[in-house]
Structure formats: C-alpha cells, structure tokens
C-alpha cells in the first residue's frame, strides 16, 4: 500500500522509513500502529540521527549510579545520597504557544526525576530568543518566563539558576531547556522498567484528551508560517495535580510494590509503555477502553497518541493492584488498570476484544539511524578572518557600561525574581550571588552546586571548540564556588541534520563535548538532542547546552562572586590573553560575529580549576568569578556590582589598545579576592600547578577603577547593569 506524502509527514515518517516498516512487519500497518511507528521513530524519541554520534561521549565513573538510558541519570554524592539529574528540550511548543509550552517542559522534566525515586529539588533553564527590539520576542520571553515561574512555584521547587541568551537566529525558534534535579537514597532509585509476566499496567493521573496528539512529531519537524495551526500539539499543564503525582508516586514506591514507573512524555502511552517493556525485556498488554477519557469519541489512535499532561504509568507486581491504588485515591488521583506485562516481546493494543496495534517492541524502539557525510560550512574561512588591526576603537570605559547593559549580559533579576528561589529552604546561594548556584544536601556537611552554560556563536564560528567551551565553562562556573565537577547533562539544540553543514555542527561539536568531558573527568549521565530548530529554512546557531553538577565536601567553604571586603587583593588565575575571536564585545559593540573563538587548553583548564577549588578550601579566596562573556573588564565590574564596593586595577599590563585586554574571552581564567595575608600561599599554588598568575589591584572605594583606561563609580555600573532587559521590559 502507498501512502500520500500528506499522510507521511502528518505522522513524521519519511517515505523509505514507511517501507522499511512494512518490511520489517512482513506487512502494512493499519493507521493505529503506523501513528505509534511514526512518533517513536521521530528524531525527538528515536534519535535517529544523534544515537551514533552520542556513543563518543564518555559516561561512565566510580561515582556514576545510573548513566544514558533510564529517565535521567544519578551520581553517587556520599552518606548513601544519589543526586539525579536531566535537562530536556520544549523548543517548539515554546514558540508557537509559549506559555503553556514553557510549562509543560517544566512538568515533564519534573516528571523524568521523580520517576527515578528522587524528590525533586531544583529546577534551572536554558533560554535563547531573538533580539528584545522585536515584540514578537519580547512576547516570547515573557510567555516562558511566566510558564516556567508559574509551574515551577505551584509545585514548590525552586528555580536556582539558569542564563538567557538574545541573537537574532533565535527570533523565529526561541529556545527552552529546562533542568530538574532531585535527591534520592541509593536504595530509593527505580528504573522505569516493566517486567514480570502478569504485572499490572497502571494509568494514573490527569484523565487522557486530545492535547498533545503527535506532539513528538511536532518537535521533529521545522517550523515554517503554518506552524501555528499546530497550537493543539501542545500539552496544557496543571502543577497541582503534578504535585499531588509527586506525593503519591513517592509514597507507592516506599511500599516496594511498584516494579517500574516511568512518566507518559513524548508521544504518550506508545512510548511509555513500549520503552518500559524494551528495558524490561518483556511484552505488554493494553485495552484502550479501560483509559479514562476527557473527552467523548476518543479513537484508540488518540488514545495511544495524546500527550496529555500529569500522567504516569506504574508497573505493580500482581495481586498488589489495590493497595498502591488506594495510595493513589488517599491523593485524590484516578487510576486505572489498562494492561498487564507479558513475555512475548510485543505490545499488543485492545479496544475491548478488537485489536487495534500488534507491533513488536522492537520494532516500536530500535528507530532507524542515519550516519551522515558532514560538510564544514564553506563561510567559515571568511568569518574566521579578523584582523583585530582594522577595527574601530571604542572608548574603554562607554563600551564596559555598553556591554553591561546588553541583554546577554545585564542583570536578569526580572526573570529570576519571578521565581522563587528559596523554596525547600536548600538554597545557599542563589541567582546573581555566584557563578553556580549552591544547595546544601540536608543531614549531611555537604552542598551541591548547579548551572547551566553554552555559546552558540562560539559553536557557529567552530563548532568543535564551541561545544569544548560549553563544558569547560559549566566545569568552571561550578568551581568558582569550590564545587568539583561531578557529571553533566546535555541538551544538544541544532538545526536540520539532513543538512551536510547542520550533521558537520552536530558531529563536531559532540566531538569536542566528548574530548572535554575525557579530558576534565566529567561523565555524560543523561541528556537530550533537540534537532530540526529551523524557520523557513534558517536554522539556529549551534548550540549544546550543558547541565553541570558539582559536589561541595563542606558547605560552609562555598564561595560567591562579590568583592565583600575592603583590602582583599584582586588577582587573575589563569592567563591575561587578548583573544576578542566571537566575543561578545565584537557583537555588541562592534556588530561583527567573527573570528575564531578562544582558543581552549584543557590541561591548563583543569589545573586552573583545581587551584581555585584548593583556594576556596583553604579559605583564602573571599570571591572568584568567571571571566567569560564580556571578559576581564565584565567580570570585574560585576564582582563590583555584586559586592557594592569599587576596586583600583592597576597592576594590569596593557600595551596598544585595550580591547583585547579587557573585553577578549581568553579561557580558563577566573578573578579572584583573596585575603593579603594568603596572596603567598595562593601563588606557590598556581607556581606549583603551572598556572599564570596575577595581582590586578585592591578592593576597596566606590569606583572601578582600571588603570589608566577605565574611571567610573559603582553606582553608575550598577544603573547600566540593572536597566539592561527593564529598559525593554
């Protein structure tokens, strides 16, 4: 039988992908399994085009407890605590209806980590927009921002930490990755895994409607000007009954009765229930007419198909039915008995004694891969080129206030204090006070530390070395608060892999994720690939977010970014470097996206980071900061700002025109404070570890000082700063 192309694209398949089904089922499938075919062999779930390339990525460590494969992945953080962690995408229902799609993304990330036993305990974003000059996009930002504030402060986990990023190959397909971490005993972790021949198949949570129906083919396919008409593929919310699942789930797996749980995300109950039969190595067994419905005439095609928020699925050992349904009744949740488990490897679909779908699992799992030939970018010669002799100048001290006020560096205290941060009273350090944020590991003398980092337009200029700098940035932020780096998370956010130049990024920039992660000792324990991020045909910048999370043996030595004392010595740890290749100074102030980005040394990197944690240990450092977006000059401003007190810079050798100096992003450096008395100790440290070192100057005044170019007073550091996204907003 041939399908129309309309009827192909509708269900996400591609012509050869419809034959090679029929070939492997030996026959035509009705339209029920070719729905089911089609959303799991979507690239959203199937992986179709990233599975090959992630195999490069290194995941495994003494400390890793679960890796690539489950809900999300779970390290090892001492006295018998895991810290589970995840980031996903929810790109494109953000940009159609961003609301909802931003809080939906929210409760699915949500879901994926309490599925694994964990409570949830924090959540953190990655977002990317278009310039704030257009209202679409302002429109965009303050959809999300208040989706993802207000499911995220109705189930009462806070927000911790997060960046937002504003460049115009966003303005069409903003992006939304949202972070949720959780904490579990290591007897506590489950596997989201249906297995055990006569277990129960139970449904539990929000009734099944026709929200969300082909979502997961939605998410795979570009957006284009009928993109909106797919406003029904996206999920609508409810954090209340979210909380209560939260409760309840955790309550039901303390009985020991539940054998699997796993969270109906993408493409429904056809993914839930035939991922957790792959891991389990089983069958299973549905009958669509025992699924509560909101909605009269529901077909079995909508049935397996919707994305109906605030549902999971548990797999209960048989006999124990009622007791974990009374759990979830004590709750105020529905739940229903839709199937059972089975040996015979497939997932058959009932609507009463009819079958409607007889698929093998396998065939519904083990999606088709494609290993494609990558083309490097034939512009990148010319954009590399940057003869840093032809550029204008700009007067020091009005570029600083200029860069500061710039959207991607300003102050993003309207986004954060919509969030409340402070909830589960963790929080040792939140947004704006450090490069990570800071939770305490209750019961115990330890801390975690948590962000999220990436640079698309380092990865648009060389894509390897982008990807590189997105861990080693991550890796660095984390210590800046004396956390060592424990694992990641990725969300890998590119355009159409089809495209010989979009599969070269793709490619590449695993490469140099992967070659990072060996050579800083940081595993990949979970992630997410989130492709076909193109508008009319123009795709994103590349852009591989990472989720990073650090361990703090004793949280009373984390360490924030304010200069917080007068007389502390400012210095630089790592080296000066004049390196203005896509920064962020070129962007702003000059225009251009150009250049190679900094080069990036990772032995150097991880000797760099490993003297900043010993510092923070010993107790010599008062503040350390990054330098990162923006460069020296930036960084230092903003451990003004942050402290309210000025510094006098000047000891820092500067020969031609300071740009380079002061606004290149030269990597693994970080600018510290640290205490007089233990300048000493700090730079027999660096000597030791082969690391430059640098005394800048003292804090101390109400100005900022940079001999003999930069003169200006905190207060007016501030203004800029602060006014950055509110003169927009």
């Known amino acids: 039988m041939t399908l129309s192309q309309q009827v192909l694209e509708l269900v996400g ?129 303050g959809g999300v921002v208040a989706g993802i504030s207000y499911y995220g402060n109705c189930l009462g986990i806070p927000d911790v930490g997060g960046e937002i ?25 489950v596997r989201a895994r249906a297995s055990g021949v006569g277990n129960a198949l139970l449904l539990v949570g929000a009734d099944t409607g026709r929200d969300g129906i082909l979502g997961a083919s939605f998410a795979s396919a570009e957006l284009d000007a009928r993109s909106a008409e797919r406003r029904p593929a996206v999920q609508v919310g409810n954090p209340y009954l979210e909380k209560l699942l939260i409760e309840a789930c955790l309550e039901a797996l303390r009985t020991g009765h539940l054998v699997g749980l796993q969270d109906l995300g993408a493409a429904g109950l056809t993914s839930a229930v035939a991922e957790a039969a792959a891991r389990g190595g089983s069958g299973a067994e549905i009958d669509v007419l025992r699924v509560s419905r909101s909605e009269a005439g529901m077909t079995p095609y909508e049935d397996m198909l919707s994305e109906s928020q605030e549902r999971m699925l548990a797999v209960v050992r048989a006999g124990r039915e009622a007791e974990v349904q009374a759990i979830f009744r004590n709750w105020d949740l529905h739940s229903d008995v839709i199937g059972r488990v089975t040996d015979n490897g497939r997932l058959v679909v009932r609507e009463g004694e009819r079958v409607v779908a007889d698929l093998p699992v396998a065939l519904l799992t ?16 010319a ?54 944020a800071v939770l305490r590991l209750k019961g115990t003398r330890r801390a975690i530390a948590l962000c999220t980092d990436g640079n698309g337009r380092y990865c648009y200029l060389e894509p390897r070395r982008g990807a590189a700098i997105a861990v080693a940035e991550a890796a660095r932020n984390v210590s800046c608060t004396g956390a060592r780096p424990l694992a990641l998370t990725n969300c890998l956010n590119f355009g159409n892999p089809e495209k010989a130049e979009v599969y070269y990024q793709l490619s590449e920039a695993i490469a140099g994720m992967a070659e990072a992660c060996a050579a800083l000792d940081i595993p990949v324990v979970s992630g997410n690939v989130s492709l076909y991020n193109e508008t009319e045909g123009r795709p994103i910048y590349p852009t591989p977010v990472v989720g990073m999370l650090g361990l703090l043996e004793d949280a009373t030595r984390r360490c924030g ?103 290149g992003e030269t990597q693994s450096r970080v600018v510290v404070a640290v205490r007089p008395g233990d300048l000493g100790a700090l730079a027999a440290r660096c000597e030791a570890e082969r690391v430059p070192f640098r005394q800048l100057g003292r804090v101390g005044g109400d100005r900022l000082r940079i001999v003999p170019w930069v003169d200006v007073p905190v207060a007016k550091l501030r203004a800029r700063y602060e006014r950055g996204l509110a003169r927009y907003l």
């Open 561 to 663: 970014l304010a200069f917080a004392r007068d007389g502390d010595i400012v210095a630089l740890v790592g080296p000066e470097g004049r390196e203005l290749g896509g920064s962020e100074y070129l962007a702003t102030i000059l225009g251009r996206v150009a250049g190679a980005p900094p080069v990036l040394d990772l032995a150097l990197e991880a000797r760099v980071q490993r003297v900043v944690r010993a510092a923070i240990a010993a107790g010599w450092l008062s503040a350390a900061h990054d330098c990162a977006d923006g460069g020296l000059a930036v960084a230092l401003a903003e451990c003004c700002v942050a402290g309210e007190r000025g510094a006098d810079i000047d000891r820092l050798a500067i020969e031609g025109w300071p740009d380079g100096v002061l606004f």
């Open 165 to 189: 990023v504003f460049a115009e190959p966003y303005s069409e397909n903003p992006l939304v990755n949202a972070l949720c971490v959780g904490v579990a005993r290591h007897e506590d972790l």
């Open 13 to 141: 398949l591609k012509p050869e992908e419809y034959r090679l089904a029929c070939d492997r089922l030996a026959r035509t499938p009705n339209q029920v399994e070719l729905g089911m075919i089609g959303a799991l062999w979507s690239e959203h779930c199937g992986y179709k085009s990233s599975r090959p390339l992630l195999r490069r990525l290194p995941t495994r460590a003494p400390w890793v407890l679960q890796g690539p494969g489950e809900n999300a992945g779970a390290v090892d953080v001492g006295d018998g605590l895991a810290v589970v962690l995840k980031i996903e995408s929810h790109n494109h229902p953000s940009a159609v209806e961003p609301f909802q799609g931003a809080a939906t993304g929210v409760g699915g990330i949500v879901r994926d980590i309490f599925t694994m036993g964990a409570r949830p305990v924090a959540l953190l974003n990655s977002l990317r927009f278009g310039p704030l000059d257009k209202p679409r996009n302002r429109w965009l930002l």
């Open 383 to 436: 954009l590399q080129r940057l003869d840093k002799r032809a550029l204008p100048h700009v007067e020091p001290t009005e570029a600083l206030l200029r860069l500061l006020e710039a959207p991607n560096i300003a102050s993003k205290r309207w986004v954060y204090e919509q969030y409340d941060w402070m909830n589960l009273t963790n929080t040792l350090l939140g947004p704006g006070a450090a490069d990570a």
């Open 366 to 381: 083990e999606a088709p891969t494609y290993v494609r030939q990558g083309v490097r970018p034939a512009e990148l010669e």
